[in-house]
């Protein structure tokens, strides 16, 4: 087999593995940021270039949320292109089911979810809304089980603090986002 055919089968599948949750991780950290088809490409282009020097496939996973995190944050920094982030994103969660009621919890969710410090915030994007274990969320961190624990404890509370509107149910605005993240 031609080795470039050979990684380009080994790459697709290890991201295989790991596709669901590391779109919906992008999607909620795009979100009114920047397009989450660009965070995802760009993600994955620098993951492939990388893939024959990551020495397990399996830390392809890690790899990935590094570069889309810090290709969010750089991207953030540089554009402000916010109403029409807003519209394509809005259009895109529509398109997955979503009503207006919905796409409102979903936006003051994300909002608060942006406001927690950047572990919390990992944290809560890989636990919540991508469904990453615990374990997983501790070795792609770089912290303990516990302190993942303590993590999300810290960011829910935060989060609570933050939607202080009376009646909003923390766990049922989290289990929306996930129902119709990308």
């Known amino acids: 087999m031609h080795p470039e055919k050979d990684k380009q089968t080994r790459f697709l599948a290890a991201y295989a593995q790991v596709h669901e949750g590391f779109l919906r991780y992008c999607s909620a950290l795009a979100f009114e940021r920047m397009d989450v088809e660009d965070l995802v490409q760009d993600a994955l282009l620098a993951a492939y270039k990388k893939f024959d020097e990551l020495t397990e496939p399996a830390k392809l996973q890690g790899y990935l949320i590094r570069v889309a995190r810090n290709r969010s944050v750089s991207f953030f920094r540089s554009s402000r292109q916010k109403a029409e982030?807003?519209?394509?994103?809005?259009?895109?969660?529509?398109?997955?089911?979503?009503?207006?009621?919905?796409?409102?919890?979903?936006h003051l969710l994300y909002r608060a979810i942006h406001k927690l410090p950047a572990k919390q915030r990992d944290a809560v994007l890989l636990y919540e809304i991508s469904g990453y274990p615990q374990r997983e969320i501790a070795e792609l961190l770089g912290v303990s089980e516990p302190a993942v624990k303590m993590l999300l404890q810290r960011a829910r509370k935060k989060l609570t603090a933050i939607l202080t509107e009376p009646g909003t149910n923390l766990t049922a605005l989290l289990q929306t986002a996930k129902s119709i993240a990308l």
């Open 85 to 106: 982030l807003t519209d394509l994103h809005a259009q895109r969660l529509t398109a997955r089911g979503a009503g207006p009621e919905e796409l409102a919890d979903v």
